[in-house]
């Protein structure tokens, strides 16, 4: 029998098995009250609007080419439609700085193999979006934290990715409602982390999964809206912006994008040839009839419902939980961060609460390159109901409020 650890490149043995994907598994039990997916509630799909476009796509001029080869930048009344969200939120481009992948999380494994050679350096967040780690771990980097503004220098960057045999090349953020915080990074944040950049002179990969849902507060320019402002031109940014369909209209379709100078669209577009060819033509097709048509009031129906669970969940937490405990306020997104009492694992926590309690959550210590964390857990409220947020929070309360004394 062949020995396949020898004939595996070094790079496997950084692949882990996701723990919110094996936790998704948990959705299927009925037992359990879950809080650990952060996906979109199906029942929010619009599902009677893509039913039309199938229909629409077949019955049309567009039948013959849904299903057949097409370019590898993607399917252009769709980048094209793009390019113009784009402008409405300050980002000025055209379709050339538009390549739609198969969701944002390849736009990730492209730009980690894009960028990263074995021993450099990416900043981020602490903690971070974890697919983002999972994405630039086969590339072999090293991590150091995010930290816009604080002690850190850039030449503290440099000199401690040099000392690891490489070099810093991007920061890796993603500025509205994160995943998992749920924290928004304000304008000031924002042009600090540009400051940086421009210092240490590397990309910024700027993932906007959730950026349409924000259900109180201000909008915040995106990072690539400031720096075309700033510059004058998206050929001039430095800013790689992410977008998903995902999160607003159907994450199945697998339909993401990136907005960028076109030096960086033109490599992707490569690599893209040199893995699928191109995203598949029919769902491109379908996401672009649904979105000219329903995008907004789409968007509109999933904020309201988004909205209410929120405020049931933070609602519930401060009815619920414990002295000690603490939790984020977002203004959107899909979760809520918690930090439990000090001396309480996350991880621990779980294996008792699907054991007594039936509540499924993500410990935290998942979302950091360093996996520190470890009293951290992150709730997602967009796949339960209200009432159901109220009972599985008291459970979950009852449960921290139970382990306090092993914490002491």
């Not at 993607?74 to 969200?85: D, H, I, N, Q, S």
């Not at 890796?172 to 950049?197: C, H, K």
């Not at 977002?330 to 309690?357: C, H, K, N, Y």
Request: aromatic share 8%; with cysteine.
């Amino acid at each position: 029998m062949l020995n396949w650890e020898q004939v595996f490149a070094s790079r496997s043995t950084r692949m882990r098995a996701s723990e919110i994907r094996e936790l998704l598994k948990l959705l299927d039990r009925p037992d359990i009250i879950s809080f650990a997916g952060g996906i979109p509630d199906p029942a929010l799909f619009p599902r009677e609007a893509f039913e039309a476009a199938m229909a629409d796509i077949f019955a049309g001029s567009d039948a013959q080419a849904s299903l057949q080869y097409s370019v590898s930048e993607g399917y252009l009344p769709l980048r094209e439609w793009l390019a113009g969200e784009m402008e409405k939120i300050g980002i000025a481009c055209t379709v050339d700085n538009v390549f739609i992948t198969s969701g944002s999380q390849q736009a990730l494994d492209y730009l980690g193999k894009l960028m990263l050679s074995p021993g450099d350096t990416a900043l981020v967040g602490w903690p971070t979006y974890l697919g983002a780690l999972q994405a630039f771990n086969a590339y072999e980097p090293h991590y150091d934290q995010l930290i816009p503004a604080g002690n850190r220098t850039p030449e503290s960057y440099r000199e401690g990715a040099t000392a690891k045999g490489g070099a810093v090349k991007f920061a890796y953020l993603s500025a509205d409602f994160a995943n998992p915080t749920g924290e928004t990074i304000g304008r000031e944040g924002r042009e600090q982390v540009l400051a940086l950049a421009e210092e240490l002179d590397i990309a910024v990969i700027e993932d906007a999964a959730y950026q349409a849902l924000r259900y109180d507060g201000e909008p915040v320019p995106p990072i690539l809206a400031l720096e075309i402002a700033a510059k004058g031109s998206i050929e001039q940014a430095r800013t790689i912006y992410c977008g998903s369909f995902s999160k607003t209209l159907a994450p199945g379709l697998r339909v993401g994008f990136v907005v960028a100078a076109t030096p960086v669209i033109a490599k992707l577009v490569l690599m893209k040839q040199a893995a699928d060819l191109h995203s598949p033509s029919l769902n491109q097709m379908a996401i672009e009839h649904v979105a000219t048509r329903h995008f907004e009031a789409q968007v509109d129906t999933i904020r309201n419902a988004y909205r209410s669970r929120r405020d049931a969940m933070l609602g519930a937490l401060a009815r619920h939980m414990p002295p000690g405990a603490t939790w984020g306020t977002p203004q959107g997104g899909m979760f809520v961060w918690v930090t439990l009492p000090e001396g309480i694992d996350g991880a621990a926590l779980l294996v008792r609460s699907i054991e007594t309690e039936r509540v499924a959550f993500v410990p935290g210590q998942a979302f950091f390159a360093d996996r520190s964390g470890a009293n951290t857990i992150r709730l997602s409220f967009s796949c339960a109901d209200e009432a159901v947020i109220g009972e599985g929070i008291a459970r979950l309360g009852r449960l921290v409020a139970n382990a306090l004394p092993l914490a002491a």
